[in-house]
């Protein structure tokens, strides 16, 4: 069955080479019961993790049932150890929070097929512990604990076993257990190679192997090689594996990963935290910025669309007349003019402004007053939450009609209706016959503290004016702006025979480029705030990153073991990776929660309009698996890249 040829392995530890086999030749034939013996530092431990895949040797020949094992692949050593190797240690390399059964199975999870119960329960029972199968090791005795990890060599059939120590921790009663569990193995055909310092346990064996110095000094046949008729399976020194991640695999993987999270709650937590407030983070900003653009789309809406201002007044004089001729004074002829320009022009509105007494019953308001033509409601979104707007004729025999603003009708009128009310507007007899729509409150004032009359009225009965203050444009379409911009520019000029020192004396503000600046000014926000966040998550990702290579570190031992009883590098990678993206994962979805609470708590609290999308949540998760993958794949491939026998021997 095994064959060495003049192997030798050596270790560089300090300056000095330690060579722990050295040049050892040996035969050992297919259902041997061996013991390895000698003091410590002599080699034999060396010599069985050679001899069972775990290390590889440095130079000399290793048949294994006459095939050359230095010609074998990782993955060809790891499914060697699983299907056809099984070892039991010292130190017994139990998974601490895992019961009796599940540390039996663990090799299943490597073999490839679909993980089963009744293999491990079959082995624990055939060490006699079918009562204790959901115990964990705390609550085993240590002899118990070894039969465990007998089981757990046993659960794939293997043909050969190989046990280091394995009654080295024990009581004189557990260790005589042990013996009869190994030699009753022995007679049913399997390879039995025991590492032992022991004589009253090497005894049991057919063969005793004596080290010293890295060499062979003794090798005597004590007994004859008895084994029962039972047919066993010679090792496959090419073992079939499927090595394919289907969907049931992926699960038992997902069960380790969550095994794994939870025996470990607090550090657990603490990584998720990380991420947990990073995914809040975005949320949170990301609806702070959606609210803030939905606001300022709201106050775009109430400017009107295409929208241009006519303004008497330098704009280089910031619209401030510096002596005569410095202001262009406009007229309803004006206003006709413009109107006339069907082409490129799809509504005007004079506007005529001023300051008003209302007085109501016995309450009084001091408010703007502005007289506007029919067009404006439709220009500037006003048109009435209720009753109605003023109509041509009542601009033509300047009635004494209005509209309020909702400030204005709550402070006059409260909870009352005031639609066909009449109040007094700097003394003189108004009826109400519509409230405006809310429009909030702006950077400069409160958009609803506003009173609307006909603006021949405003002009000739309230006050007093032969012009008017401002002209509202809407030009046909976007396209237009331009174009309806320089042409009442032309217009204007020539109506007013304004000379070329002369025609800046009033200007043109073109509503598009205050929409601009304000939409850039939310996207520049939205981008500062997805920066902050983005921020938090990176710290996330790293603490995750941190705690992950922490776990690799106080599990090296566990992944030693994996990689003993059969695991491939692919193996431990693909389910530290899966232990990252689930904790990432789990973060996200809290995160998740938490943002969206603090997004409804700043709602209440400080009255601040936002916005929980569907994409911020969309994206938050997504970028939580993808720190999980990022910052995950750098501890899993630490972890995948361990040498098991080092591994195994970490502290």
Not at 510 to 521: G, L, V
């Amino acid at each position: 069955m095994i064959e060495l040829r003049n192997v030798y392995k050596t270790y560089h530890s300090g300056s000095e080479p330690v060579k722990a086999v050295n040049g050892i030749s040996l035969t050992i034939a297919d259902g041997e019961f061996t013991a390895i013996m000698g003091a410590s530092g002599s080699g034999k431990s060396t010599l069985m993790h050679v001899l069972g895949l775990l290390d590889r040797f440095d130079s000399g020949t290793y048949l294994l049932d006459g095939r050359d094992v230095s010609l074998f692949s990782d993955d060809e050593l790891a499914a060697l150890r699983n299907h056809s190797i099984g070892f039991v240690f010292q130190q017994f390399h139990l998974l601490a929070r895992a019961s009796a059964l599940e540390n039996a199975k663990l090799p299943l999870l490597y073999a490839g097929t679909i993980v089963k119960d009744a293999p491990a329960r079959k082995a624990l029972e055939s060490v006699g512990l079918s009562d204790r199968i959901k115990h964990t090791p705390n609550q085993l005795s240590g002899g118990q604990q070894q039969r465990v990890a007998i089981a757990r060599a046993l659960v794939n059939g293997p043909s050969l076993i190989f046990a280091d120590e394995p009654t080295g921790n024990l009581d004189s009663k557990s260790k005589q257990e042990i013996v009869e569990i190994l030699k009753d193995l022995n007679r049913q055909g399997k390879t039995v190679i025991i590492v032992t310092h022991e004589p009253e346990v090497a005894e049991h064996a057919n063969r005793i192997i004596t080290m010293r110095d890295g060499v062979i000094i003794s090798d005597t046949l004590t007994k004859k090689i008895v084994t029962e008729p039972i047919e066993t399976d010679k090792i496959e020194t090419k073992p079939e594996r499927n090595l394919k991640i289907n969907g049931m695999r992926f699960l038992e993987y997902f069960h380790e990963a969550a095994s794994a999270i939870f025996s470990h709650k607090l550090r657990a937590f603490l990584s998720i935290l990380g991420i947990l407030i990073g995914i809040a983070a975005v949320i949170a900003m990301l609806s702070i910025g959606e609210g803030a653009k939905i606001s300022i789309e709201k106050q775009l809406a109430s400017l009107g669309s295409n929208l241009l201002m006519v303004r008497p007044g330098s704009p280089k004089a910031g619209g401030i007349a510096l002596g005569v001729g410095a202001v262009t004074r406009f007229t309803l002829q004006d206003v006709d003019a413009i109107a006339g320009m069907k082409s490129e022009v799809s509504g005007v509105s004079p506007s005529v402004q001023g300051k008003g007494q209302l007085v109501y019953a016995n309450k009084n308001w001091n408010t703007q007053v502005e007289g506007v033509g029919i067009d404006y409601a439709r220009m500037r979104a006003a048109e009435p939450a209720v009753g109605r707007f003023f109509t041509a004729e009542e601009i033509k025999t300047r009635d004494k009609v209005a509209l309020l603003g909702t400030t204005v009708a709550r402070e006059l009128f409260g909870d009352t209706n005031p639609i066909g009310e009449t109040m007094k507007i700097n003394l003189i007899n108004f009826k109400i016959i519509g409230v405006l729509p809310s429009k909030g409150t702006n950077t400069f004032r409160d958009q609803d503290d506003t009173v609307l009359v006909p603006a021949t009225t405003a002009m000739y009965r309230l006050f007093g004016k032969q012009y008017v203050d401002t002209i509202y444009v809407e030009a046909a379409s976007p396209a237009l702006i331009d174009n309806a911009q320089d042409d009442i520019q032309q217009l204007l000029i020539k109506r007013h025979r304004l000379r070329k020192d002369n025609e800046d004396s009033f200007q043109i503000r073109n509503m598009s480029d205050i929409k601009n600046a304000m939409e850039s000014t939310t996207k520049t926000m939205s981008l500062l705030l997805g920066g902050i966040a983005a921020i938090s998550l990176l710290v996330g990702g790293i603490g995750i990153m941190n705690i992950m290579l922490v776990s690799v570190s106080e599990r090296t031992r566990e992944i030693g073991l994996r990689k003993a009883i059969g695991a491939t590098n692919r193996d431990i990678l693909i389910q530290f990776l899966i232990e990252a993206v689930m904790m990432c994962f789990i973060g996200g979805l809290l995160g998740i929660a938490l943002g969206t609470g603090t997004a409804i708590v700043i709602t209440k609290i400080a009255g601040w309009s936002v916005r929980v999308s569907l994409f911020s949540i969309i994206l938050a998760t997504a970028v939580s698996l993808i720190i999980g993958i990022v910052f995950g794949l750098w501890p899993a491939k630490q972890a995948s890249r361990l040498n098991p026998i080092e591994a195994l021997r970490y502290e």
